[in-house]
């Protein structure tokens, strides 16, 4: 067993296999697959994952392993056979499979650390970026005020090291703790003796003496006032001693979290939990689609069936979408499992991440709430998985592997026999038809858990608002009701579609729309800075002042950013005190949660925002929530802008009245009569999913049909448009007659970057072949990709049509 087969980190499609290395005798006993390694490759020494152990190969002069990275395997045998299949599934690379499983740390392979060779006592500068610890990442030196020379000093007089990292070292947070190596008396006879001006060593001393145990050498050097020479000369004399303690970083205060039992369930959720603990019961793969309105109480359901799982020695995955894992839903797992819970939530630095991974790899939770990548957590004894807001596209990767976090889910559960609970009060038609035909289970609840109404919906449309002569972009309705609501102390949630989704800037003489010179799409205006930007490339220019096509003046903002509403907003309602919540805002790490707390603290009596504030939000103080161009999505290229708008119109309108207040939604529109706005205002989504159905049927979209999106992109408008058109008559000469093949067409989005892009979009029932057909056809453009740039994007379960 001397030979090891490796994936190694080359990201390319002629690379796309394993290699064989010999393994040295000294890691014979150490080396098991889902470990890396470094391995030498060409002239370079790279990093690869162990697949595999062996004893023969085919080749028969085999480098040898250089170096093992981890003593425990960072990949379970089972998350290796899920890479494995997800690269198939999604058609990457095996090694883009692997990497995503794993947290970000254990991926960057080009990072620098400096390691302290010498015992000694270094530079005070030094010391104090060292502050006590061996190893160091580089970024802590870049930061720092300390220049090059200095290190490169320190370098050359071999006190440190530069070690160029494919090891993640830097990763493990360590922290010196000082003890006394010497009992009291010896200690008071060593101050006896120490001289009267080591002033600072007889304040350790006599520290010691009063707390003989051990403490962080930080707390002990600022307590006395000293820096680590100080100690240094006491370890010398062997009074004292240090060691070194892995500490993990923590970003969530549990022990402030109060604790909850839980609820008794109202029969419709009673009725809901049956089959899942049927299913944890009996060890069986099941999918149970939990369709519950707003405020059903559908977490209490998840809870409850984890606690099932824990009560079974197992473990429980929880997925949430980014935006909606807030304090307030953490609050709500941790209030219920304390310390068992990890969080893998994009907000946390590298090293928290990291921090909470290992938690469980190492088994110390037994829950994980994560956003999607938090599908491939390493448990192994995995006993339910459940989807929150199952309709969510950031569920959907769109970058390679292009997964979907629900696929990968299911074929967990169904390869370890577990549940899997998909939840929304808007389930996909994907999911919803699977529960239709009975391949999933269906729970329906109906009512909410405070046995109030659904808040009613009210649709103004606003062409007849232009007719009366209001010029606004809020309708005398809204205007009244948020006036109402501000009298009454309540408050209000205001949703914008999309940000700077129509802040264009157009000519009102020619029409002319400011367009990026590199993307073909309109420029964004932006206030601040007053200038006009790409959102695709980041390109930016001045605002013009007259037009570059007619030479008018008459240059118009046009469209509605957050920051205007909020402008006009104020100039109609003085006294709101308005919380604007966008990509501008919360930007700065913390300051998503900051905004919500502040409204939640009544701070403010709007809450103003784009999607991201119309899920998950339970604040008991809402009344009322207006939504301010309900139609803004309907007028997408994709064949699913119906259905988000319905799924945002319901969830939004969700908010309002979950407590004891009742609520009121105001709807405004240019299309009141479009169905979706009509049957979201109506909660209605029996009859929206049987008229969105009859619309995919008709023009061969999901679920009736599954899709591929092919995206061709080159800096060479010819090439791409040719190469593309060869790739679709390749690929029609070997799928069946029943699939349909539309294209080469250029991309909604023509050109980005300045690369054009072509697509060509494959709907198909059966086709089972479809995946080495496409692999096929890539390998005939080879020498194009190899040598010329040209770049194919395969997307097994396109989401974004852009
Ligand atoms: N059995 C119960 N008895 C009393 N209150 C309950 C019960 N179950 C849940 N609740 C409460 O009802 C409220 C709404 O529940 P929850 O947030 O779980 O709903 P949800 O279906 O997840 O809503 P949304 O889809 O809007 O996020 C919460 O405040 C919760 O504490
Ligand atoms: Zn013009
Ligand atoms: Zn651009």
């Avoid at 169905?675 to 979201?680: D, F, M």
Wanted: hydrophobic letters at 35%.
């Amino acid at each position: 067993m001397n030979v090891a087969k490796v994936i190694v980190d080359v990201p390319s499609f002629a690379i796309d296999q394993t290699f064989d290395y010999e393994i040295p005798d000294r890691f014979t006993h150490v080396l098991t697959p889902g470990m890396r390694v470094i391995v030498p490759f060409g002239p370079r020494k790279i990093m690869g994952f162990v697949v595999e152990i062996t004893d023969t190969s085919s080749f028969n002069k085999l480098k040898p392993i250089e170096e093992v990275l981890d003593l425990v395997p960072v990949l379970t045998k089972e998350l290796l056979d899920l890479g494995k299949w997800l690269a198939h599934r999604t058609l990457s690379l095996s090694i883009v499979a692997l990497q995503v499983m794993l947290p970000q740390v254990l991926k960057s392979k080009y990072k620098k650390e400096i390691n302290r060779l010498s015992g000694e006592v270094l530079s005070d500068e030094l010391e104090d970026l060292f502050q006590g610890r061996d190893v160091i990442p580089f970024e802590e030196f870049e930061a720092s005020a300390l220049n090059y020379q200095h290190l490169k000093k320190a370098v050359d007089a071999g006190e440190v090291q530069i070690d160029y990292i494919v090891k993640s070292k830097i990763t493990k947070k360590f922290e010196t703790f000082v003890y006394p190596k010497k009992e009291i008396h010896l200690l008071e006879e060593a101050l006896h003796d120490l001289s009267q001006s080591a002033r600072k060593q007889r304040a350790i001393i006599e520290f010691f003496i009063e707390n003989p145990q051990e403490i962080k050498q930080k707390s002990l050097l600022q307590t006395i006032g000293t820096t680590t020479s100080t100690v240094k000369a006491l370890i010398d004399k062997g009074l004292l001693d240090t060691y070194q303690k892995e500490t993990y970083r923590n970003p969530y205060n549990d022990d402030a979290i109060e604790r909850t039992d839980p609820l008794p369930l109202k029969p419709e959720q009673q009725q809901a939990i049956e089959p899942i603990l049927a299913s944890i019961e009996n060890n069986e793969h099941e999918v149970i689609l939990v369709h519950g309105v707003t405020g059903s109480g559908k977490t209490e359901i998840y809870l409850q069936a984890i606690q099932e799982v824990i009560k079974k020695g197992k473990e429980a995955i929880v997925l949430v979408p980014e935006i909606s894992l807030t304090p307030q839903m953490v609050k709500r797992f941790k209030g219920r499992f304390g310390r068992n819970v990890a969080v893998m939530h994009s907000a946390l630095s590298a090293g928290e991440k990291f921090d909470e991974w290992r938690k469980i790899q190492r088994k110390e939770v037994q829950v994980v709430v994560g956003a999607r990548s938090a599908i491939f957590s390493p448990f192994e004894n995995l006993g339910i998985i459940i989807i929150d807001e199952e309709h969510e596209t950031s569920y959907k990767q769109e970058d390679q592997p292009r997964y979907h976090a629900r696929d990968v889910a299911i074929k967990r559960g169904m390869d370890q026999n577990f549940p899997v609970v998909l939840g929304s009060a808007t389930p996909t038609l994907e999911s919803y038809a699977r529960a239709a035909k009975g391949v999933y289970k269906l729970a329906t609840l109906t009512k909410r858990t405070n046995d109030k109404p659904l808040p009613e919906v009210i649709t103004v449309d606003m062409r007849s608002e232009l007719h009366a002569g209001n010029r606004t972009m809020f309708s005398r309705l809204l205007m009244e009701k948020i006036r109402d609501c501000i009298a009454k102390g309540e408050q209000i949630v205001l949703l914008l579609n999309r940000r700077g989704y129509s802040t264009f800037i157009m000519c009102r003489d020619c029409g002319h729309v400011k367009e990026c010179p590199h993307c073909d799409i309109a420029l964004t205006y932006h206030k601040n800075s007053h200038l006009l930007k790409c959102h695709y490339c980041s390109y930016e220019e001045a605002v013009p002042n007259v037009c570059p096509e007619c030479s008018s003046d008459l240059i118009r903002y046009f469209g509605t950013g957050t920051q205007r509403v909020e402008e006009s907003l104020t100039q109609l309602i003085p006294e709101a005190r308005v919380i604007r919540m966008d990509v501008d805002t919360t930007r700065r790490k913390g300051a998503h949660e900051k905004l919500l707390r502040e409204f939640s603290e009544h701070k403010a009596d709007i809450l103003l925002g784009t999607q991201m504030i119309a899920k998950g939000l339970d604040f008991e103080n809402v009344t009322l929530v207006g939504v301010l161009t309900a139609d803004s999505m309907l007028h997408l290229p994709d064949f699913r802008s119906s259905e988000k708008t319905f799924q945002l119109l319901t969830q939004v309108s969700g908010r309002a009245g979950r407590h004891d207040l009742p609520g009121e939604v105001i709807v405004q529109t240019y299309t009141p009569d479009h169905y979706s706005i009509e049957l979201a205002s109506e909660y209605n989504f029996e009859d929206f999913y049987k008229k969105e159905m009859a619309m995919r049927r008709a023009f061969r979209y999901p679920p009736y049909y599954y899709l591929a999106l092919i995206t061709i992109t080159h800096e060479n408008h010819v090439q791409v448009v040719q190469a593309t058109q060869q790739f679709v008559q390749q690929l029609l000469m070997k799928v069946g007659p029943e699939t349909i093949i539309l294209g080469p067409t250029p991309s909604p989005i023509p050109r980005i970057k300045d690369r054009y892009r072509y697509q060509c979009m494959i709907k198909y029932k059966h086709e089972p072949e479809l995946r080495t057909f496409i692999q096929e056809v890539t390998n005939n453009f080879k020498e194009q990709i190899q040598k010329h740039d040209l770049q194919v994007i395969v997307d097994m379960q396109p989401y974004q049509m852009m």
